[in-house]
């Protein structure tokens, strides 16, 4: 078996690389050439933790995430949520590889959006915004500056001040780029293009008239019916509404939820997949407002985990363990 740590995940599939996968992650799926069962959760009531089993094959791609909740792991100085992917060989059965759980969803995350804002962001877009930088941010700003070349600013906004500060001291002036901390989200996506959401929030983290046409929106960090990130308006009267699954976003998350239930998406499409865009070649209207929004899938983690391995085999990185 081979054993890859963060650093040769990173060596050997850089962003560009992995929009690569999640193409074929996508297109894989709504091709239904993807299997992927309701993840699979235990809970540990005697150590206050939960362990979520996600498996899913993707054409000869199998494998399973385990990622677990163990909220007082802190104290022993042990992350939150603990993850690790095994990646099985699908003509044998037998796992094949090993690797860090927690950045092949950061890289995976962040890719999807990437490869949604590549198909959709207005043409020669220079103005960026990023709201929500914890674990995914520093990922998914790659994927901004990997989907839009021509970028010229990204706007950052957390409401943690001091991390938005840093952030933008640590990446300002690299690919040529200015990184300018903001006080808000409206003050972030006011004038942007691209706009990329990933958040813990559960109500709009920027209002419907900050945004301006064109613009392409990647909402990310709602997962739950009370996650929130977008304004209503937006997903009500946006051009082209683009879900990474629709099984997964339109049972889970309070982006597309919340809206629904207040009778605001009454004839609107909802359920269009990234994977069916990328297989039509979508063309957005010059003027268009577009959202992608993920709530992530076990296909993206496979792919991704598979081509990953591929790749380390290829350039001999990694180590065979057992
Ligand atoms: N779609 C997917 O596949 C996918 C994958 C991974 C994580 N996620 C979700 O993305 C979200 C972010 O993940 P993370 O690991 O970065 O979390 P995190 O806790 O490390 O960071 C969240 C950040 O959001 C900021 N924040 C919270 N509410 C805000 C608000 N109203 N305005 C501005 N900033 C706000 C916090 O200050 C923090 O810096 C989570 O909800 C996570 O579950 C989604």
Known sequence: MLYLTREEMQAVCPMGDAFTALEEAFTLYVKGEADVPLRVGIDVPAHNGQALFMPARAGDALGIKIVSTYPDNPKAGLPVTPATMLVIDSATGIVSAMMDGTYLTSLRTAAGAGVATRLLAPEGATVGALIGLGGQGPCQFDALVEAVPTLKEIRVYDMDAARREAFAKERDGK?????????????????????????????????????????????????????????????????????????????????????????????????????????????????????????GSGVMDTVSATFIVEKALEKGLGTQIG
């Open 175 to 295: 690919h040529g780029i200015a990184v300018i901390p903001v006080d808000s989200g409206d003050e972030a996506v006011r004038g942007a293009q691209v706009v990329t959401t990933v958040t813990t929030a559960r109500a709009p983290v920027f209002s419907y008239e900050a945004v301006t046409a064109p613009c392409h929106i990647n909402a990310i960090g709602s997962y739950t019916p009370e996650m929130q990130e977008l304004p209503p308006e937006l997903v009500a009267n946006c051009d082209l509404l683009a879900l990474d699954t629709a099984d997964g976003v339109l049972n889970e998350s309070g982006d597309i939820l919340k809206p629904l239930k207040a009778g605001l998406l009454e004839g609107k499409k909802i359920d269009t997949e990234i994977g069916t865009l990328l297989l039509e070649r979508h063309k957005r209207g010059a003027g268009d407002i577009t959202v992608y929004k993920s709530t």
